[in-house]
């Protein structure tokens, strides 16, 4: 290999949203020196800082107004008053989101890290919404049974985002911007570094480092209707299980309730957490129906699937009837001007409608992904479901599965799992790293074999577009592998996706140059959508119950005896997933699994 | 406005350059025909997916928050993302998109920004708190959070930036963005370096340079008043020593809660 091919940094960090922010920058803080960030897009792109809503931590800032109930105002608690909120409490709102799928000790360790958490963020300069006596203010959110989502307007994760990234950079990490990484090497159950183009050249280098920390974000990007970023690809995911990395509960995709209709963009679950109504074609708040304690404010899940029953019973709205109605003209003008700020100016600008002044159409989006590279605490990721390690492979965030959300999440506790788990592997980076990591030798050149890939890409000359692939597989993912699934439609969904991987070897990359080609690293996220969505319908067809995000029409109960057990997916020798399982860490005399209603 | 005119066939009129290759920029026409809500985004993605897959540009959040794909569109710099098309094909059914201008290019609409994130350095965009630093959050008034609205919510797009005719001519200049940054420090209660700041500011290159033409305020996406920041750091920068006491007064008490 030629030395100036290589680049070599003690760690490298590939995502540059919260968790791999917040990553390199603890690892900075705790001295290591030579820390080093790669982001395909500009770090203050990353698709954290499109989170609205808000961020989890007990706080006991405020309280419900007493004699009010549950979806009554708001107000600060005074000095001396007794707390509403523990960390109890959000343990068991995040266990019974999870659909008892989330490992207790990860979600206990995230509730006690999260008011630390979001105290650390204040301090470093984020600008929280205030309560009248300064403190950070809460609001409500969906699955939460008290107010502790710490929120700035209806951009929280925007200035969240800034914040850390200023950190880092007053703590000298390296970024490199526009750096897309193609590869991840991993030997003997080592990690080796990385493969990444400088987008801006088209060179491809060879990236070395004693720790390879992954923060790249969730994927989306395989469905049609999605609130996720362009940049939401699963590069991360694809990456580690091609190197030989397990991925865990990929089959837990969220649906947020209220996508704008037909763009999918996020109409924050604050709108809802505020106080706003969901209605169908007959005028009803049909949440009645489906969740008559939590109303609106039930789980993601929950609600999404109430939403396209009513859809598909025919109740929806707008002229294709695949709508339902956001209404929060009562919540008034100053609320929204103040709170929703955005959200109402999305609605304005994407569907011609003024909250102020009327209803909202949505309809659910892909959201999240709650499954992911499987992790220790610490961010260590697992090399298999028995728990052994990948040396120096780290991962946080959305990318990662701890796993906190289990089969389903609940808003504002990804911000928070990114920052919290974002933060922890930071620190034990820093200390694999002073406690006399090495740099390991890398085998062959990878850079050379990911070069001779990308022109082979480029002779291909194929008859196949992309993005032709990437449109059918979104329909595929939609239809099939969606909110509602199916033996059928999973089986057909698998057909489809191996009928689409073939098809891949077929394409023509347009753009052969080597100056910023953008076209060459959509080609490689498609690539990268086909690998982890066969994961995704594999997965489905395997669990026959319906827990959380997952719903199967044909098994449509949790089934506890089979399957209260993490899906580990593995690539075989043949290209092919193999499945193991892995047992959740469950808390029984604290937080048994119970029938779950709302 | 009828169907049919929503899903007519439109000229986009593409700046194309890539310096490898092009002596100097030429115009490229593409058709594309519009769906309802379609936005110059969504054109820029059918042309570069399903016709010419060299169209290069930056995107990611498709919803105006990432700060990626501003650009010059028939005149004007925005978010190609957050306008519509068909507002911008009134003229001879066609729009014309390059990129933003002052700024070198890369390749089509992918400008070089090394000056924009240059400046936003040389302001130290992060917090300098205080030594001592309480258990639980410092207090801080909703009214002092909404005087920090314009620069929090500022998504470095750089629109405003590119539109600066001082820019144009000095790219030393800090610029709105790196000036709204700083306004963000100074007025921060929590901040204890405002003088240090306020000194950045005043330098030859800073507030000084703003000739109020404004318009960063036109261009802005985000509908904020960069102008307005600068003319408050150009006032407090002249009562430099009077705020750095108001705001070592104000310090002492970020402990204790906003008395109502
Ligand atoms: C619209 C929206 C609103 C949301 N609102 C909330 C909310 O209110 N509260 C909440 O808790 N959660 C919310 N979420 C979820 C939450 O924002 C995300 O889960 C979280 O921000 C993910 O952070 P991350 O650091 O893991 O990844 P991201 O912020 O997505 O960052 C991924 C990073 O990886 C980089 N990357 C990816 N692939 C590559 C590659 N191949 N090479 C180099 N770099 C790469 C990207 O450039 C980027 O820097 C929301 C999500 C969406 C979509
Ligand atoms: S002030 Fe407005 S135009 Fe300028 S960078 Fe910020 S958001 Fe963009
Ligand atoms: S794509 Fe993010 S601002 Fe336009």
Redesign the interface.
């Known amino acids: 290999m030629q030395n100036s091919d290589v680049i070599t940094h003690d760690v490298i960090v590939v995502g540059a949203g919260l968790a791999g922010t917040w990553a390199a920058m603890t690892a900075a803080e705790n001295g290591v020196k030579d820390v080093a960030v790669l982001s395909k ?2 770090p ?4 954290s ?2 989170a609205q809503g808000g961020i989890a931590a007990v706080l006991n800032n405020v309280r419900p107004v007493a004699g009010t109930g549950p979806r009554g105002p708001l107000e600060q608690i005074p ?1 001396g008053d007794d707390p509403v909120d523990s960390f109890d409490l959000h343990m068991f709102d995040t266990i019974k989101g999870s659909d008892w799928l989330g490992d207790q000790d990860a979600i206990e360790i995230m509730v006690k890290d999260a008011p630390d958490v979001v ?1 650390q963020y ?4 984020c ?11 809460q609001r409500r959110f969906g699955g939460h049974s008290a107010p502790r989502a710490n929120f ?1 307007a209806d ?1 929280t994760g ?2 969240l985002l ?2 850390i990234h ?2 880092a ?2 703590h000298n990490v390296h970024f490199y911007a526009e750096w897309y990484v193609m590869d991840l090497i991993i030997e003997e159950n080592i990690v080796r570094g990385v493969v990444a183009i400088n987008v ?1 050249t088209g060179d491809i280098k060879m990236l070395r480092a004693k720790a390879v920390m992954f923060g790249t974000g969730g994927y989306g990007q395989a469905y049609k209707v999605t609130s996720n ?3 939401n690809t699963g590069d991360g995911v694809a990456l580690a299980y091609n190197a030989g990395a397990p991925l865990m509960d990929m089959e837990f995709v969220q649906f947020h309730p209220t996508g704008l209709y ?2 999918g ?1 996020l109409m924050t679950e604050a709108c809802r957490g505020e106080g706003g109504y969901l209605i169908n074609k007959l005028g009803e708040r049909f949440m009645e129906k489906y969740a008559p304690d939590k109303m609106e404010l039930a789980p993601r899940d929950l609600v999404s699937r109430s939403e396209q029953i009513e859809i598909n019973e025919g109740r929806g709205v707008m002229e294709d009837g695949q709508g339902i109605f956001l209404d929060m003209r009562h919540l008034g003008r100053e609320k929204i001007l103040e709170r929703l700020p ?1 959200v109402r ?2 609605a304005i ?2 569907a011609h409608v003024d909250p102020i002044e009327e209803p909202v159409p949505i309809q659910p989006t892909a959201h999240y992904s709650m499954g992911g590279i499987p992790t220790t605490v610490d961010g260590e990721v697992l090399a298999n479901a028995n728990g052994d390690l990948i040396t120096g492979f780290y991962a946080a965030g959305e990318v990662s599965c701890v796993s906190v959300h289990g089969a389903n999440r609940l808003g504002t506790n990804s911000l928070l799992e990114a920052s919290v788990f974002g933060r922890r592997a930071g620190r034990a980076i820093a200390e694999f790293i002073k406690g006399g990591a090495k740099l390991h030798p890398v085998p062959g050149d990878p850079a050379e074999k990911n070069r001779k890939m990308v022109q082979q890409l480029f002779d291909n000359d194929g008859s196949e ?3 032709d692939i990437v449109q059918d597989l979104k329909m595929t993912m939609t239809n099939k592998v969606g909110i509602f699934r199916d033996e059928e439609g999973l089986k057909s969904a698998l057909d489809d996706i191996h009928k689409l991987q073939e098809r891949f070897k077929n394409i023509r ?3 052969k ?7 060459l690293s ?1 080609t490689l996220e498609a690539s990268h959508l086909l690998t982890f969505s066969e994961l995704i319908a594999a997965g489905a067809l395997n669990r026959q119950e319906s827990r959380g995000a997952h719903s199967r029409t044909d098994f449509p109960k949790r089934d506890d005896e089979n399957w209260l057990k993490h899906t580990m997916a593995h690539k075989d020798e043949d290209g092919r997933p193999k499945f193991s399982y892995k047992d959740v860490t469950l808390y029984w005399d604290r937080f048994p699994p119970q029938e779950r209603k709302y | 406005m009828s169907n049919n005119d929503t899903q007519r066939t439109v000229t986009v009129r593409i700046q194309r350059f ?4 092009d002596k100097k920029p030429h115009m490229q026409d593409y058709q594309v025909k519009m769906w309802p ?1 379609m936005t110059i985004l969504d054109a820029l993605h059918e042309i ?3 016709q ?3 169209v ?13 794909c501003a650009m010059h569109i028939n005149g004007r710099n925005t978010l190609a993302c ?1 306008t ?1 098309i068909i507002n911008e094909v009134k003229k001879n059914n066609t729009v014309t998109i390059g990129p933003l201008p002052y700024l070198p290019v ?2 089509d609409m ?1 400008v070089d ?1 090394t000056s924009f994130w240059e400046q936003y ?1 040389r302001v ?4 300098i ?1 205080p030594d001592d ?1 309480p ?8 009214e ?2 909404d005087a ?1 609205h314009d620069a ?2 500022c ?2 797009c750089g629109a405003c930036y590119s539109s600066c005719a001082v820019i144009g001519l000095n790219k030393k200049y800090l610029g709105p963005h790196a000036l709204l940054k700083a306004f ?2 100074v007025l ?1 209660p ?2 204890t370096a405002p003088g240090e700041r306020l000194e950045i500011v005043s330098q030859a290159d800073g507030v000084a340079r703003c000739h109020t033409i404004f318009n960063c305020i036109d261009a802005c996406p985000k509908g904020l008043n960069p102008t307005q920041a600068i003319e408050t750091l150009r006032k407090l920068a002249q009562k430099r020593q009077k705020y750095e006491e108001a705001k070592a007064e104000r310090q002492k008490h970020l402990n204790e ?2 008395p ?1």
């Open positions: 897009i500009h203050l792109r990353s698709h800082g499109a000095p105290i204040e301090h470093m300069g600008v929280f919404s205030r309560t009248k006596d300064g403190r950070i203010n700035s951009r925007h200035v800034h914040t200023e950190q950079l007053f801006l970023a362009y940049a037909r763009h963009f955005e100016d999305l600008a994407f577009l992309v993005e990359v347009m753009d140059s080597k100056r910023f080609n953008t076209n959509m | 890539n310096p490898d290759v809500g570069k997916t399903h010419d897959g060299s290069t540009y930056r995107r990611s959040c498709r919803h105006g928050i990432c700060g990626s957050k519509p890369i390749k992918v920004r350095l130290k965009p992060w917090l708190p630093i258990e639980r959050e410092f207090r801080m008034s909703q002092e959070v920090l929090e919510a998504i470095m963000l420090r921060d929590r901040d809660p906003i109502s």
